[in-house]
């Protein structure tokens, strides 16, 4: 269905029925519910950011045999799920540098030997967390972060050595 034809059906429906549809989309998938969390309980920003880190950290880190982890695709499938339910740029910077941060970490601890397209991911990552920083009040605590990230970033494949160009432009 498009979204002209969503728009259409909706007008012809009463004010109950567009309520009964919204409570069960709410009581059937968890990304509306944490759709209406970030919009509506600000205390709950937190907890819905921490849930995101903790798939993050499930793609990113293998398990103890060395099974799943290194998943860029589902990475970046969490990365795009979380951006379609807030539209808050700040909330996007901070998992997006989440997302760096458990991605060299993952490559200092375990000899990062992933392959180019391992750090072709961070780096696009990266680019476009500047893109998006670029369009907020710049904030020293995420300018630090960002240094910290880059201080600590995996040597290999020239992507430390990637991110700090990235940044340079991006201050320039």
Not at 151 to 158: L, N, P, Q, R, V
């Amino acid at each position: 269905m498009k979204k002209a034809e969503l728009e259409e059906l909706l007008k012809i429906k009463s004010a109950d029925e567009l309520n009964t549809e919204l409570i069960t989309l709410f009581e059937n998938f968890k990304v509306v519910q944490d759709y209406f969390d970030l919009k509506y309980k600000s205390r709950t920003k937190t907890s819905i950011l921490k849930k995101y880190k903790k798939k993050i950290d499930k793609a990113i880190y293998p398990d103890w045999e060395f099974n799943d982890g290194l998943n860029i695709d589902l990475v970046e499938e969490i990365i795009e799920g979380f951006s379609n339910i807030t539209p808050q740029l700040n909330y996007q910077i901070e998992l997006e540098l989440y997302a760096l941060e458990a991605g060299n970490k993952c490559a200092n601890n375990m000899g990062g030997d992933y392959g180019e397209d391992y750090y072709l991911y961070f780096e696009e990552l990266f680019e476009q967390t500047l893109n998006k920083y670029k369009k907020v009040n710049a904030s020293q605590k995420i300018t630090k972060r960002i240094e910290a990230i880059l201080e600590t970033a995996f040597d290999g494949y020239g992507h430390k050595d990637t991110l700090e160009d990235l940044w340079a432009e991006f201050k320039n």
